[in-house]
């Protein structure tokens, strides 16, 4: 068993259509009509409309243009069997079944009330459907300023919802639902779910209509005065044969639509398949890239930390170059001292004034 939550996004010209669906203004042909009493009104008031209009005003919330998202649409739900059925699969008495679906839904009121995703201004509780579920009308504020997207941000942020909200119900005992990457389905919107609904609805309704026309309204016969004509055997032989091959060709045509929609349903996984292999080549690349990247920086500081030595050994050269002249200078005076007291005659001669030394002139001393 699973807990269920779908998210619509809605503009401002989108009020009264939910409105319509929400109060039961407009019955869709999968509401029984006969339970819309059963339906209780959790957050808000009839009106839908003056609901989110009214918490807009009265907190001086601007609408910036006509494409702004003014609200989400939650529908919240679980598994069929949740409701209706016992862990061991048996029935549940109508008191089991009103006990857990009041504490189902305190649950959900609690869930809507921390305003994760924002202030819940309206909220219906549908038991005149196939399962119980709750449509919450949630205003995306921010900082006191519509910011819809600031929900959304991020390929999982759909996911994120589904976690914080099976986390919600986790006393009950619900799973979160498959993640798309593994089930390969998209998830549908309300309005899409919706027509699909509607489309299913009409698709089965036309083929029973063209069934029971073609083959179970068998047309009575009359004879020349009017009185019943019944059919004999051989004719009774012959519709039972017609009628088979119909309902033949029926089938086929079903087992033709099944056909196509395997084929469209292998294509589509095909194409996903495909798709999931080039992400993957793509994380790949990305991966490596992100390895050569990091190589780079460390590359990058080891040439920063050796051109800092560099730097370092050229200011010692300078500083060198700077003093060496003089010592230059200085060992070129010692030499002449040297050359000139070392004669063979003993003879001490007094030094003359030594110039400057010139290093472009200076001719190193031979010995012998």
């Not at 019944?230 to 032989?237: L, N």
């Not at 292998?266 to 798709?275: G, I």
């Not at 050359?339 to 200076?362: F, I, M, N, Q």
Request: include cysteine.
């Amino acid at each position: 068993m699973y807990s269920i939550i779908r998210k619509q996004s809605h503009k401002k010209t989108a009020i009264q259509a939910v409105h319509n669906h929400n109060m039961r203004i407009v019955i869709e042909e999968n509401v029984n009509s006969k339970k819309s009493n059963l339906n209780e009104i959790l957050i808000g008031t009839e009106n839908t409309r003056s609901d989110i209009m009214s918490y807009i005003k009265n907190n001086d919330i601007v609408i910036r243009n006509k494409d702004t998202v003014i609200f989400n649409e939650f529908v919240l739900t679980a598994s069929p069997e949740f409701f209706f059925n016992n862990k061991d699969g048996s029935k549940k008495t109508k008191s089991e079944y009103n006990d857990n679906l009041k504490e189902w839904v305190k649950t959900q009121i609690e869930f809507l009330e921390k305003e994760n995703y924002g202030k819940c201004v309206n909220a219906v509780l549908h038991l005149d459907e196939s399962s119980p579920h709750i449509h919450a009308l949630i205003l995306p504020i921010v900082d006191n300023k519509l910011n819809n997207k600031s929900f959304w941000r991020g390929k999982n942020s759909y996911g994120r919802l589904q976690d914080i909200y099976n986390a919600s119900n986790s006393k009950f005992g619900l799973k979160r639902g498959e993640e798309k990457s593994k089930t390969l389905v998209d998830h549908t919107t309300l309005k899409d779910y919706r027509e699909l609904i509607k489309q299913d609805l009409e698709e089965e309704k036309e083929f029973y209509n063209e069934l029971s026309k073609d083959i179970l309204d068998i047309p009575p016969r009359k004879n020349l005065i009017g009185l019943e004509k019944k059919y004999s055997a051989e004719e009774v032989k012959e519709i039972a044969s017609a009628t088979f091959k119909k309902l033949n060709r029926q089938r086929r045509r079903a087992k033709f639509r099944a056909k196509k929609s395997d084929e469209k349903a292998d294509a589509a996984t095909s194409e996903f398949y495909k798709k999931k292999k080039e992400t993957s080549k793509i994380e790949f690349f990305y991966n490596e890239n992100q390895k050569q990247l990091e190589k780079t920086i460390v590359e990058n500081s080891t040439l920063k930390t050796q051109n800092l030595e560099l730097k370092q050994s050229q200011s010692d050269l300078e500083l060198v170059k700077k003093f060496l002249p003089d010592e230059l200078q200085s060992l070129v005076v010692r030499a002449r001292e040297l050359a000139s007291g070392g004669d063979s005659g003993g003879t001490k001669h007094t030094a003359e004034p030594t110039p400057t030394a010139d290093l472009t002139t200076y001719k190193r001393p031979k010995y012998k």
